[in-house]
T-cell receptor
């Protein structure tokens, strides 16, 4: 009965490199959310996806950030040309259906940019 | 707005006492509210939720109160235990589309338990 799985747990990148964060939703869930959390702050909404479709990306930075949730495989949050300010914890959550308000969160990926 | 760079407020409670954590929300159109608990190094964990047509909802050792007039939400934890130590976030669904959800988090409160 696996919950939301995120990997890697920790990711270290140098400035200018690419970061790929993966999220496998709970079994039977077809909707995925990505959030970003800085130390001592709340979670900031980034993007809401269902399989092969972006529903709401109003929280995504306009450049360097992209997200996908393909028909097969995990959801990917991709950050190109990372900068130190991208260092944060990135959390993924899933829900069963569109409109489901109860989200189940993964343990997050801690991204550190050197 | 965002509380960038501010430390989380801390509530210190004696073990066994009741805890009350407060939250102000901004969107008067929100109709669904949730409290999450986040322990160090983990993702948020659902505690309890409430819809805007209710004023109060009780769970096991927890109660959520909603005051729509002043846009205020509170979480009451009865007989606080060491395992309750965590950061607590309120969240709301701000989606204008009833067929979609957009859950936005508040800034959080750290609950610290004194033995």
């Amino acid at each position: 009965n696996a919950g939301v799985m995120q990997n890697p747990r920790h990711l270290v990148r140098r400035r200018g490199q690419e970061a790929r964060l993966r999220c496998s939703p709970m079994k039977g869930h077809s909707h995925v959310y990505w959030y970003r959390q800085l130390p001592e702050e709340g979670l900031k909404f980034m993007v809401y996806l269902q399989k092969e479709n972006i529903i709401d990306e109003s929280g995504m930075p306009k450049e360097r950030f992209s997200a996908e949730f393909p028909k097969e495989g995990p959801s990917i949050l991709r950050i190109q040309q990372v900068v130190r300010g991208d260092s944060a914890a990135y959390f993924c959550a899933s829900s069963r259906n569109r409109g489901d308000e109860k989200l189940f969160f993964g343990s997050g990926t801690q991204l550190s940019v050197l | 707005g965002e509380s960038v760079g501010l430390h989380l407020p801390t509530l210190s409670v004696q073990e066994g006492d009741n805890s009350i954590i407060n939250c102000a929300y901004s969107n008067s159109a929100s109709d669904y509210f949730i409290w999450y608990k986040q322990e160090s190094g983990k993702g948020p964990q659902f505690i309890i939720d409430i819809r805007s047509n209710m004023d109060k909802r009780q769970g096991q050792r927890v109660t959520v109160l909603l005051n729509k007039t002043v846009k205020h939400l509170s979480l009451q934890i009865a007989a606080t235990q060491p395992g309750d130590s965590a950061v607590y976030f309120c969240a709301e669904n701000v989606s204008k589309d009833s067929s979609a959800s957009k859950i936005i988090f508040g800034s959080g409160t750290r609950l610290s338990i004194r033995p």
